[in-house]
Structure formats: structure tokens, C-alpha cells
């Protein structure tokens, strides 16, 4: 696990608490294709769930050029991304991961959003959903120059 996930929950085992962990450890990494391939060709993200900036009609990215169009217009933006996770509950084939993420931006910005991800997986281990409840503006709040 890269340094720039900081896991501080159980790590007891679960298919959809690993394919959360190995979404992240993508993420930090910028390894894009590789992120990609974690996912079932029908899934959706919704991050944040509901309407904000990054999804303005609120309804989510969906299938394999959508996720790939969500990492495009909003993961690649960032210069740095760290993911605080405090504590992850599974049931059934879902994990609840609760924490932040810290965005570094290129002009040397930070922001945090708090939250709780939820990643959902198929039988084959694929996330079919991820769902990140956090509050857009209460996360601009936090944005500042270090």
C-alpha cells in the first residue's frame, strides 16, 4: 500500500474493502488503466453523491468512458491526492470507509473532504459502485495555502 494511503481501520479480509484499498493505492499512484480495470463495465461513481460541480446533474458517471471521464476532469486535476482512512465496516458486499481525502492542488492549495465512501463489488470482486457522501462547499471551507 502506497504511503499516501493512510489506513488506520481494520484491514480484516473483505472483497470489497480490497478492491476500496486498491482503488486508492491506484489513485495516489496515478495509475489510471490500472484503476480502471477494477471496475465492472456497467459501475457508476457518484463523488460526491447528489449535484455539485463535479456532477452537475447529480446522477453519477456510468460505465467504463464515464469513470474514465470522472478520473480525466477531476482525479487527474489534482497534484496530489491522500486518503485519511479512519475506520471501514463491511456487510454483505459493501465497505463504509469513513475518514478524508486531502487534494493537493498545482498551485499549492490543500483541501479536505470528510466523508464515508462506500465501494461496492460484484461476485467477481469488481466495484459495481462507488458512493462518496461529502459536502462540496463544507470542503471548501478547508481550502487553504499551506
Known amino acids: 500500500m ?39 463495465p456497467d459501475a457508476v461513481i457518484q463523488d460526491p453523491v447528489g449535484e455539485s460541480p463535479l456532477d452537475p446533474t447529480g446522477l453519477g458517471h456510468h460505465g467504463r468512458e464515464g469513470i474514465e471521464a470522472f478520473w480525466d476532469s477531476v482525479i487527474s486535476t489534482a497534484e496530489r491526492l491522500v486518503f485519511h482512512v479512519l475506520d471501514s465496516f463491511a456487510a454483505g458486499d459493501e465497505v463504509a470507509n469513513t475518514g478524508f481525502i486531502r487534494t493537493h492542488l498545482p498551485d499549492g492549495s490543500v483541501m479536505d473532504a470528510e466523508g464515508v465512501f462506500v465501494y461496492r463489488v460484484d461476485d467477481q470482486g469488481r466495484l459495481v459502485s462507488m458512493r462518496a457522501f461529502w459536502e462540496f462547499d463544507r470542503a471548501m471551507t478547508t481550502l487553504h495555502k499551506p
Do not use: C, I, N, Y
Open 2 to 40: 502506497h504511503a499516501d494511503v493512510v489506513w488506520k481501520a481494520t484491514t480484516a479480509e473483505h472483497p470489497a474493502r480490497r478492491a476500496a484499498r486498491a482503488s486508492m493505492d491506484a489513485v495516489v499512484r496515478g495509475a489510471k488503466q490500472e484503476w480502471l480495470a477494477l471496475f465492472a
